[in-house]
């Protein structure tokens, strides 16, 4: 880049189109443009189906290969990948081309670390690029090992997983791509892929903090430019820098905001908040499992229940639960989770939920699903010590009695208070992050300094 040209750095992100890995890429371009980055960010035409206004952030799209919703859900998993791989190549090489001669000439391109090929891209137009990995160290370090040969898959179910920079790990505490691949056929090949080209990236950013997994952390740096700059939430719920920075801005859901009306009529920390994110889809049996546990506990609940989902609740359920529980089929979760009602937080363990929680100090009671779930639980229960995994039965379903249990243990058991205190003490540290100065912010300001001192071309 020319030191002499007055022209804000001007950098491109390509998110995967999924919401779970849009909102953390969002949060780090708002940081970015907070600092006189000028930034565009790009996803597939029709994947945000709702959308409010990103201040400083243009949002363009390019192609993934599909012209609808019902297309892209008809293709199988390697096919989509596939069609992103290349309408994603030659739509972007365009948008590129096109930002340059209207005047805004990418200088950098940050693309998730799913879409390798949004690094060949910028090699190619000889631009800047760095990877953005939306999962934690820890996971990473599973994933790479697996890339490198150096763990087999399928992992036999006796074996203890030692790897370095993780505490030992029980095949139930993997990845589910790498305990059973061939359910999630290319999904490990995804997973794996991740690294192609990476470690020739100058920054590879991790939404994580660097102190939680510090181990790992230290590992992967052996490799490749690691640098945390996590947790990738809105300012006002961290360090209040951005005070308009309330809530991630592009959705691809609309919440229901009736719930925070409904959590001021409730007790401190008497409220069980209840969701498995955007992508998870229980069986029938786990939702009435989960409901019946509702009912027998003596608590008020907020369940987030995607309209999707709803025809799998008990019959006649949201009638009987209604003095005691709330069922919504989406809400802002930052704003339940930092409310004082919450005392726990029943969750899939996906890294967003539990890094908001984390940050804002609330027990969980993890319920793993897929992916990284499990890893996540791991870590929440025997790592960091603020919550407890539920055990599913022989039949992989958590059963209410479980359920009720792990539920009483985290929010009135005799560990409840080391749990709430462990939970405190890892919102403080995430909070300080992202201060002047820390772990999180030193690794942005130098990103920062390296687009600004024109050290990119």
């Given at each position: ?251 691809l859901f609309k919440p229901d905001d009736t719930c925070m009306k409904w959590l001021q009529q409730r007790s401190p920390k008497s409220v069980i908040y209840v969701s498995f994110g955007s992508m998870a889809k229980l069986d029938k049996h786990q939702m009435e499992e989960l409901a019946t546990a509702l009912m027998l506990i003596d608590k008020h609940f907020l369940w987030v229940v995607r309209s999707s989902e709803v025809s799998k609740l008990p019959e006649n359920f949201a009638d009987e639960a209604s003095g005691k529980g709330l069922i ?130």
């Amino acid at each position: 880049m020319d030191q002499k040209k007055e022209q804000k750095p001007h950098c491109l992100i390509l998110p995967y189109p999924i919401q779970g890995h849009i909102n953390p890429m969002i949060q780090f371009s708002k940081r970015l443009a907070h600092k006189g980055i000028t930034i565009t960010f790009a996803v597939p035409q029709g994947v945000l189906t709702s959308s409010t206004a990103v201040d400083d952030i243009a949002v363009e799209t390019i192609s993934d290969g599909y012209d609808s919703a019902a297309a892209r859900a008809g293709a199988s998993p390697q096919e989509r990948l596939l069609s992103f791989k290349t309408a994603g190549t030659e739509s972007t090489s365009r948008l590129i081309e096109k930002l340059r001669e209207g005047g805004r000439p990418v200088d950098c391109v940050v693309c998730d670390a799913f879409m390798p090929w949004g690094l060949a891209v910028a090699k190619s137009k000889g631009l800047f690029g760095a990877a953005f990995f939306t999962q934690t160290s820890s996971v990473n370090v599973i994933y790479y090992n697996v890339f490198k040969g150096l763990l087999k898959v399928p992992v036999s179910e006796k074996e203890i997983v030692q790897l370095p920079g993780l505490p030992p790990l029980e095949v139930s505490d993997l990845p589910s791509f790498v305990v059973d691949s061939e359910k999630y056929p290319g999904v490990l090949e995804l997973m794996a892929g991740q690294f192609e080209g990476v470690r020739d990236s100058g920054f590879v950013f991790v939404n994580s903090v660097y102190e939680l997994e510090e181990e790992a952390n230290n590992w992967m740096k052996k490799s490749m430019s690691v640098k945390t700059i996590g947790p990738a939430i809105p300012s006002m719920y961290l360090d209040k820098r951005l005070q308009q920075d309330t809530n991630y801005g592009l959705s691809l859901f609309k919440p229901d905001d009736t719930c925070m009306k409904w959590l001021q009529q409730r007790s401190p920390k008497s409220v069980i908040y209840v969701s498995f994110g955007s992508m998870a889809k229980l069986d029938k049996h786990q939702m009435e499992e989960l409901a019946t546990a509702l009912m027998l506990i003596d608590k008020h609940f907020l369940w987030v229940v995607r309209s999707s989902e709803v025809s799998k609740l008990p019959e006649n359920f949201a009638d009987e639960a209604s003095g005691k529980g709330l069922i919504l089929s989406w809400c802002s979760q930052l704003e339940v989770l930092a409310h004082e009602a919450v005392g726990c937080f029943v969750t899939h363990c996906g890294w967003n939920s539990t890094l908001e929680a984390l940050s804002l100090g609330v027990p969980m009671v993890g319920v793993p699903w897929w992916s990284d779930q499990a890893t996540n639980a791991k870590f929440v229960m025997d790592v960091w010590k603020m919550g407890v995994r539920a055990c599913p039965n022989e039949e992989g379903v958590v059963g209410h009695e479980e359920l009720v249990s792990c539920v009483k243990h985290v929010m009135e058991g005799e560990r409840a208070e080391e749990i709430r205190e462990n939970a405190m003490k890892w919102k403080e540290l995430a909070k300080g992050a992202v201060d002047e100065g820390r772990s999180s912010d030193r690794n942005v300001e130098e990103f920062i300094s390296t687009l600004m001192g024109g050290q990119v071309s």
